[in-house]
């Protein structure tokens, strides 16, 4: 049905009726793939449609990540006067929460009185994909306090967002509330374990729960890959890959990024050609600007610098901004300047607001001692107004993440925690131990 019929049978529809009468035809243009003229078309009237049309209007919306549709649905539903629901709300919730918009997905979850697991898990996990891993686990912590019980996709969010503090003890904890409360652990919680403890540089305990999970897909696969080859043991990792492959499991493009990123960490050249290629003529896979971006790390750390620009000036992904940082990375170890400069000036030209990046170019001209240059990368710095995000370190004590930065004083226990550092400097001294930490 085109989109002018359809406008047409509405507006005769929704003559002298408040509600939107052409729910039907909203739905034929969303299960044809049309989500735009369904919204233009709901947008065309002055009236509501059915809870139902709503939701998979939104639906569509969350699946095609066409966030802007989503909101114009909602403003929608607001300018009609409608009243959504608890699973409508939620609905939104989770548009908002899946676009990064969590300020406005929070006030919708204040909104729901009663709420099910549902606006939880939609809170927990935008919080998770937004690299929120403390607030994901305070959210956790309401969600228990509440009475709300956690199901698999909660435990799944929260042993992610354990991964991304590094938070070992916390996951154990939560693997133990998961087996107390009965939760069975499916692929995608098996996946999250396994990703869980390899990151909090728990190996042994990572590949105990791969052995014992009851289901596994090709997630839980690269999650065991990438973790042993995180830890440094990539001969390991490609003999993982093939009994992945003889026991039917097809790689997808992360599980090629965890093979080559092993393979750079080991400077196995031939290997990552070997897997790089079959990329493309085994499993029908185009490398992303990611896996060129790997393949230039990993000739550059081989010093095999002509042959990583080779392969820069003719992938399709020359303009991504990470194959350049890669070249930029690997020439300044082999201390090749022309390249360097090369490397810097394209890379700057995609990115000029990286900081890091320029301190590596600087740090580079210091090792030379080519002083003058280090001097114009630091005004060049200044003039852009860039500064480079301080480092930070973080400590778990009794379950609570504690973070600082370097030379923070702002703690306070700062005058104790200064006095236990001379104690123990002094020590060392006494120990001649210095010596062997400078």
Known sequence: MRL???????????????????DESLRSLCYSGRLLEAVELLCSTGSHAEPQTYALLLQESINWKAHMLGRRIHSQIVVTGFSPDEYLKTKLLMLYAKDGDLKSAHKLFDSIPKRSVFPWNAMISGYVRKGLGEETLDMFCLMRMSGQSPDQF??????????????????????????????????????????????????????????????????????????CGHHGDAVEVLELFQRMIDEGFRPNRITFLAILTACSRRGLVDEGWKYFYSMSREYNIRPKGEHYAAMVDLLGRSGKLDEAYKLVKTT????????????????????DQKLVELAAERFFALAPNNAGKYIVLSNFYAALGMWNNVKDVREMVKTLGLKKDPAWSSIEIQGKVHTFLAGDKYHDQIEYIEETIKKLMCSLIEVDCISSLI
């Open 154 to 227: 909660t435990f799944a969010s929260v042993l992610r967002a354990c991964a991304q503090v590094a938070m070992l003890d916390y996951g154990k904890r939560i693997h133990g509330i998961m087996v107390k409360t009965l939760v069975k652990a499916n692929v995608i919680v098996s996946s999250a374990l396994v990703d869980m403890y390899f990151k909090c540089s728990s190996p042994e305990d990572g590949w105990r729960a791969f052995v014992f999970s009851e289901e596994r897909n090709i997630i839980t696969w690269t999650a065991l890959i990438s973790g």
């Open 316 to 335: 399709a992904f020359e303009k991504h901004s990470v194959i350049w940082g890669a070249l930029l990375g690997a020439c300044r170890i082999h201390g």
């Open 4 to 22: 002018p019929l359809c406008r047409h049978l509405a507006s005769h529809a929704c003559n002298g009726v408040k509600g939107f009468q052409s």
